[in-house]
Each structure stands twice: as C-alpha cells, then as structure tokens.
C-alpha cells in the first residue's frame, strides 16, 4: 500500500503558476512510475503528465506541454508538477498516481495507486 498526499493547489488569476507536489508514504518509491491527472467537473480524468523511475523520461498532454514541467526527488519520495501560463480550462482536481511497470504513462488504468487530489481553480 502506498499512500500518496497532492499540495499546493488554489486559486490563481490566469496566466499566473502554481507548484504542486506529491509525497508518497514508500521507501520504494524509485521503483514507481509517477503520473499526474486532473479531472474537471462533468469530464472523465484525463492524463497531464508523467516522469519515469528515475526521472529520465518525461511525458506531456498536448495541452500543457511547454506550459508544466514534472519532476521528482527520489531521495524524498516527492514529485512535483510546476504550472505555468495557466488557462482557465486548467481548472479541476489534480491527482497523482503511481504504478509498477507502466508501459504508457498516458493509460491511467496502469496506475496503481492514487491520492485525494487538490483543487486548482484558474480565473479569467
């Protein structure tokens, strides 16, 4: 079992950042895959961002790439999402998650583990 707890989030005028981060409760957590998600009311969860084992690899949804950077400190088993130049339509629950020998970090049904999530709110 891993427990994964999301900060960081808020509300923040458009074009404004933020910094969220993921701290997951394992002293294996180099052996995980991190993904971040957001889900916005009335839309299916989808896909934002994800980083590999070791930080190597990274991956972006088309929509917030350039914009959101992901990274993660293994030593303190932490990820972190910074969000820049933020839209409006950026504005839902953002989760973290973590899985074992994810083949596509897009596919969230890879995913083992999830936190509560934190709400981002972006104003125009």
């Known amino acids: 079992q891993v427990d994964l707890v999301e900060s960081g989030g808020g509300l923040v005028q458009a074009g404004g950042s933020l910094r969220l981060s993921c701290a997951a409760s394992t002293r294996t957590f180099i052996r995980y895959t991190v993904g971040w998600f957001r889900q916005a009311p009335g839309k299916e969860r989808e896909f934002v961002a994800g980083?590999?084992?070791?930080?190597?690899?990274?991956f972006y949804a088309d929509s917030v790439k350039g914009r959101f950077t992901i990274s993660r400190d293994n030593a303190e088993a932490t990820v972190d999402l910074q969000m820049n130049a933020l839209k409006p339509e950026d504005t839902a629950v953002y989760y973290c998650a973590v899985g074992n020998r994810v083949a596509r970090m897009s596919n969230r049904d890879e995913y083992t583990y999830w936190g509560q999530g934190t709400q981002v709110t972006v104003s125009s």
């Open positions: 980083i590999n084992t070791r930080g190597q690899a990274t």
